[in-house]
């Protein structure tokens, strides 16, 4: 739980704590003085959706950490808060803080359908898995009334192309209906990323999340409809979570879950400052242990972008989390089946009235 007594001005409601400078803007505008009389940065922050006209949607994925060859998000920004997330310092590329500003003013790119569509209809793509969330959830709160995951969905489904989803909002179970229909194609894999099972982690964490209950429940309810269900055990962070891994494991196993994953956090670009910020207020009895963990599981630093080591670290700690993890995988029947989806049914649309007989 966090310590409020140690700092009573940690806000519950959100994960960054301040809006560090964006590394490419010249000027910024700063509070030098939290005591004095102007109180613009202690108002509440209320949540800003930005209506963007992109003109591309899919991006190949060029990582060979990742496990993903394209990626497609509706949104940037993640009004979920989660304080470790790496895509933080995708916003300053927007012209945003990856910390504040990450959370509270998300980009909404209203035209991605139409994008999606005009990417399947050229003629020079060869049918592959398009991940959706490669950066931000593409569940987070405003899809309930945007809608554009869905239709992305439904667009997967008319072209048949394969697609992956990660989320941690239940809003995914809204389109059970399309989903099931890509599992009959075998066009779809659904992973839910669990953390932990502690709710005062999570709420400190990742403060606008769904409860870990009811991911569990999602992960159930997909495996119920012959939806091939998956769980992120990721990032771990030694010290707050990584202790947890095997009742996650076991829980998301009995849950349905097929398929585990798992990732050591790693703090690059700005995320570092505001983590750093985040964990000393929210635990500070632990700050330093915790802290110093990080930096032994990425060769004595928190930035880490050694491909190969970047995503599951290196050095004792790091290995003994990849050892307990594979441990955990075999006693409860996880990874035991390779993940592969079908590329050969795509079909371009060329008369959707057609498409009606």
Known sequence: MVNQVANDRF???????????????KGAYVQEHPEAIDDWEQEIRHTEYIIDNSKTLVNKVTSPDVGMLYSANPYQGCEHGCIYCYARNSHEYWGYSAGLDFESRIVVKRNAPALLRKF???????????????????????????KITRALLEICLEYRNPVGI??????????????????KLNLVR?????????????????PRTATYK?????????????????????????????MHMHDVLKAAAEAGARWAGYTVVRLNGAIGGIFRDWLYKAFPDRA????????????????????????VGDG???????????????????NEDVMEMNTTAFRRVVNKQLTLF
Request: glycine share 8%.
């Open 214 to 242: 009811a991911r569990l429940k999602v992960i159930r309810t997909l495996a119920d409809n012959g939806i091939p269900a998956g769980v992120m055990n990721a990032p771990l962070i030694p010290g707050l979570n990584d």
């Open 190 to 206: 659904v992973f839910t990323s669990i953390t932990s099972l502690d709710e005062d982690l999570r709420l400190v964490m990742e």
């Open 166 to 183: 990660i989320t941690k909002n239940a809003l995914v179970l809204r389109d059970l209906d399309i989903l099931k229909e890509l599992a």
């Open 11 to 25: 806000d519950m409601g959100r994960g960054a704590q301040y809006n560090p400078q964006n590394k490419f803007l």
């Open 288 to 311: 330093d242990k915790v802290w110093h963990q990080i930096g032994e599981c990425h060769g004595g630093t928190v930035n880490d972008s050694r491909w190969g080591n970047r995503m």
């Open 316 to 334: 004792k700690f790091a290995e003994l989390i990849r050892s307990q993890f594979l441990l955990y995988c075999r006693k409860y029947g996880l």
């Open 120 to 146: 399947f209809d050229n003629r020079n793509w060869e049918p592959a898995p398009i991940s959706l969330s490669g950066n931000t959830d593409c569940y987070q709160p405003i899809e309930r009334k945007m």
